[in-house]
């Protein structure tokens, strides 16, 4: 089978899409013949697409010649851009012998067919627009039930046409074979003092802020921060001055594996108040956490829950600092039990390859595609 993978997104990037669309690909041109599409624009990374996330070429990439209207503000900019992209995207491909399209753009069936496209957020209002470009896709990867039952209730979507499938991760990833000690000294950091660790965006949804707070209360825990622009790295920094909270802003994504090493607890403390962090995600994060087979903290979410249990993860309260100084606190006090939930989620993450996400797109590719 040879596919044809078309995004306007410009990679590489430090953001989460960037990885996932890395790993699916890695992933995808191992099972098909793959080519990628994405936008020729500027990049402050110049480092090498394959170097930058560390993965194998098992598929190529083409660069296509677009227009750069994202300078522009507002809806308008993002439009031309896309439209221009997309436009360049399809005349290109008329030399490309392909049998199905993968996309995780909702305007990819404007320009192409037999499109399956992978959904992680919904607008916000359902239009005759949006209903008749969903009609003309192949079907839909939706990341949570959540989305699946919008695409239906709101979108007139056929349930037939949509896969439930989360996120993945490829455990040997994150299979680190130094030392918490060795680690630690690489980092710089203390040997001998407790550490809980959160790796992501500086996002409001992302619910750092609660993070942080709570190091200003469990000041004998040392916080770790990885991720975040320069700008954002130096507001949290003014905003939350204290000695046992550490910035080391963004990090190759092939250093994470280090990071979750020297940590004793991972944390994601995604807010709660908006869709994307309640009911849309299927955070990279989590299954990462799951992983590198140390204790989680995580907020009691519906996306959240959709992966893991109690059995696996501690839970807290979003938004409350109380809550997780609480679970902080329980899992450095119950290391038994710390220890059976980071074997359960450990063990959790074996089902949830890359190889096995990819092999479900793939059979889904292989359906007949139906009448629109």
Same mark, same amino acid.
């Given at each position: 089978?040879?596919?044809? &993978?078309?995004?306007?997104?410009?990679? $590489?990037?430090?953001?989460?899409?960037?990885?996932?669309?890395?790993?699916?690909?890695?992933?995808?041109?191992?099972?098909?013949?793959?080519?990628?599409?994405?936008?020729? +624009?500027?990049?402050?990374?110049?480092?090498?697409?394959?170097?930058?996330?560390?993965?194998?070429?098992?598929?190529?990439?083409?660069?296509?010649?677009?227009?750069?209207?994202?300078?522009?503000? @507002?809806?308008?900019?993002?439009?031309?851009?896309?439209?221009?992209? &997309?436009?360049?995207?399809?005349?290109?491909?008329?030399?490309?012998?392909?049998?199905?399209?993968?996309?995780?753009?909702?305007?990819?069936?404007?320009?192409?067919?037999?499109?399956?496209?992978?959904?992680?957020?919904? $607008? +916000? *209002?359902?239009?005759?627009?949006?209903?008749?470009?969903?009609? +003309?896709?192949?079907?839909?990867?939706?990341?949570?039930?959540?989305?699946?039952?919008?695409?239906?209730?709101?979108? @007139?979507?056929?349930?037939?046409?949509?896969?439930?499938?989360?996120? @993945?991760?490829?455990?040997?990833?994150?299979?680190?074979?130094?030392?918490?000690?060795?680690?630690?000294?690489?980092?710089?950091?203390?040997?001998?003092?407790?550490?809980?660790?959160?790796?992501?965006?500086? #996002?409001?949804?992302?619910?750092?802020?609660?993070? /942080? &707070?709570?190091?200003?209360?469990?000041?004998?825990?040392?916080?770790?921060?990885? @991720?975040?622009?320069?700008?954002?790295?130096?507001?949290?920094?003014?905003?939350?001055?204290?000695?046992?909270?550490?910035?080391?802003?963004?990090?190759?994504?092939?250093?994470?594996?280090?990071?979750?090493?020297?940590?004793?607890?991972?944390?994601?403390?995604?807010?709660?108040?908006?869709?994307?962090?309640?009911?849309?995600?299927?955070?990279?994060? /989590?299954?990462?956490?799951?992983?590198?087979?140390? $204790?989680?903290?995580?907020?009691?979410?519906?996306?959240? +829950?959709?992966?893991?249990?109690?059995?696996?993860?501690?839970?807290?309260?979003?938004?409350?600092?109380?809550?997780?100084?609480?679970?902080?606190?329980?899992?450095?006090?119950?290391? #038994?039990?710390?220890?059976?939930?980071?074997?359960?989620?450990?063990?959790?993450?074996?089902?949830?390859?890359?190889?096995?996400?990819?092999?479900? *797109?793939?059979?889904?590719?292989?359906?007949?595609?139906?009448?629109?």
């Amino acid at each position: 089978m040879k596919i044809l &993978y078309v995004t306007d997104a410009g990679l $590489p990037t430090p953001r989460a899409h960037g990885i996932q669309i890395a790993k699916v690909c890695e992933s995808l041109g191992r099972t098909a013949e793959l080519e990628l599409f994405v936008p020729d +624009r500027k990049n402050s990374i110049t480092e090498d697409f394959f170097s930058y996330y560390d993965i194998d070429r098992t598929f190529k990439i083409k660069l296509v010649p677009c227009a750069d209207f994202l300078s522009w503000t @507002g809806v308008l900019g993002f439009f031309f851009h896309i439209f221009s992209f &997309y436009w360049e995207a399809r005349k290109i491909s008329k030399f490309t012998d392909f049998d199905c399209v993968y996309s995780r753009d909702l305007v990819a069936p404007i320009f192409f067919t037999d499109v399956v496209i992978e959904v992680h957020n919904l $607008p +916000r *209002i359902s239009t005759w627009f949006h209903r008749r470009v969903f009609a +003309r896709a192949k079907s839909f990867v939706a990341k949570t039930t959540f989305v699946k039952e919008e695409l239906v209730k709101r979108f @007139g979507v056929d349930e037939s046409k949509i896969t439930v499938i989360p996120n @993945g991760i490829d455990i040997d990833d994150f299979n680190c074979r130094e030392s918490m000690e060795e680690v630690r000294n690489k980092l710089r950091l203390p040997i001998d003092k407790k550490t809980a660790l959160y790796t992501g965006s500086l #996002q409001s949804w992302k619910g750092v802020d609660v993070f /942080l &707070y709570a190091a200003e209360k469990i000041i004998n825990v040392l916080f770790v921060i990885v @991720g975040g622009d320069d700008k954002s790295v130096e507001e949290k920094k003014r905003k939350f001055p204290s000695r046992n909270i550490i910035f080391f802003g963004q990090r190759p994504h092939r250093d994470m594996p280090l990071f979750m090493r020297a940590a004793d607890v991972l944390v994601l403390p995604n807010a709660a108040g908006t869709d994307v962090s309640e009911k849309y995600t299927s955070p990279l994060k /989590l299954f990462e956490y799951m992983a590198a087979g140390k $204790p989680i903290i995580a907020s009691d979410l519906p996306s959240i +829950r959709e992966i893991v249990s109690d059995t696996d993860v501690f839970f807290f309260k979003p938004n409350d600092v109380s809550s997780l100084e609480m679970a902080i606190k329980q899992v450095f006090s119950d290391p #038994q039990g710390s220890s059976r939930r980071a074997h359960n989620s450990y063990e959790l993450a074996a089902s949830f390859s890359w190889s096995r996400y990819v092999r479900k *797109i793939v059979d889904i590719m292989s359906k007949p595609c139906v009448e629109y």
